[in-house]
């Protein structure tokens, strides 16, 4: 199972863009790159999910370089709101194909976002 | 909307006894399911996949007989914490894969249990 890295915490400022990095060295060739958001007293949602190069969508974007083993989840334009813990996972969760393996949660990143 | 529903999203019982959670598919046939346990500032740890009939698949460390999951159809799975202790104390969360190989999980919204 590929293990992640992350900060353990960051803090920002209403309005501004908020860059979070993960590693994630022994990444293997068929996982995927998937953040979730977790608020206090509530499960894990769905950010965003990658393999390589950028994708965006309505509230975040993820930049994957080549090489993969790295990632980087970016919040424009963060609110108080978006203050929660952001976890990187690396795998493929669906393990009805007969393939793909368990996801494993590393410590997350919390982030702090203040007025 | 929610497509996972889990079920109580609290609970306090007595050392000794035992509680039932339950985690809902609510839209997709889930032949595995996920079960999750958090505790205050840590990260979430998977416990168990739960296989749709069969046994499920227990992480190092987690007691099965403890932690007793039925998964008797395609859209239940249930988590029991048999003869609980304080120490059971903790925010146990499901998940579903939903659709293809890199499909993301989607989560239920935790169960709080509080043993006294």
């Known amino acids: 199972l590929a293990k992640t890295t992350q900060p353990i915490s960051m803090d920002s400022y209403e309005g501004q863009e908020v860059n979070i990095t993960c590693s994630h060295n022994?990444?293997?060739?068929?996982?995927?790159i998937t953040w979730y958001q977790q608020f206090p007293s509530q499960g894990p949602r769905f950010i965003i999910q990658?393999?390589?190069t950028k994708v965006t969508n309505e509230v975040a974007s993820l930049f994957i370089p080549a090489d993969r083993k790295s990632s980087t989840l970016s919040l424009p334009r963060v609110s108080l709101s978006d203050t929660a813990v952001y976890y990187c996972?690396?795998?493929?969760?669906?393990?009805?194909?007969?393939?793909?393996?368990?996801?494993?949660f590393g410590t997350g990143t919390q982030l702090k976002v203040e007025l | 909307g929610a497509v996972v529903s889990q079920h109580p999203s609290w609970v306090i019982c007595k050392s000794g006894t035992s509680v039932k959670i339950e985690c809902r598919s609510l839209?997709?046939?889930?032949?595995?399911m996920f079960w999750y346990r958090q505790f205050p500032k840590q990260s979430l740890m998977l416990m168990a996949t739960?296989?749709?009939?069969?046994?499920?698949?227990?992480e190092q460390g987690v007691e099965k007989d403890k932690f007793l999951i039925n998964h008797a159809s395609l859209t239940l799975s249930t988590l029991t914490v048999t003869s609980a202790h304080p120490e059971d104390s903790s925010f146990y969360i499901c998940?579903?894969?939903?659709?293809?190989?890199?499909?993301?999980?989607?989560f239920g919204n935790g169960t709080r249990l509080t043993v006294t």
């Open positions: 998940s579903v894969p939903l659709g293809s190989y890199n499909s993301p999980l989607h």
């Open positions: 839209d997709f046939q889930a032949t595995t």
């Open positions: 022994n990444i293997a060739t068929n996982d995927y």
């Open positions: 990658g393999y390589k």
């Open positions: 996972l690396v795998g493929a969760p669906n393990i009805l194909t007969g393939g793909g393996n368990k996801l494993t």
């Open positions: 739960s296989n749709e009939g069969s046994k499920a698949t227990y």
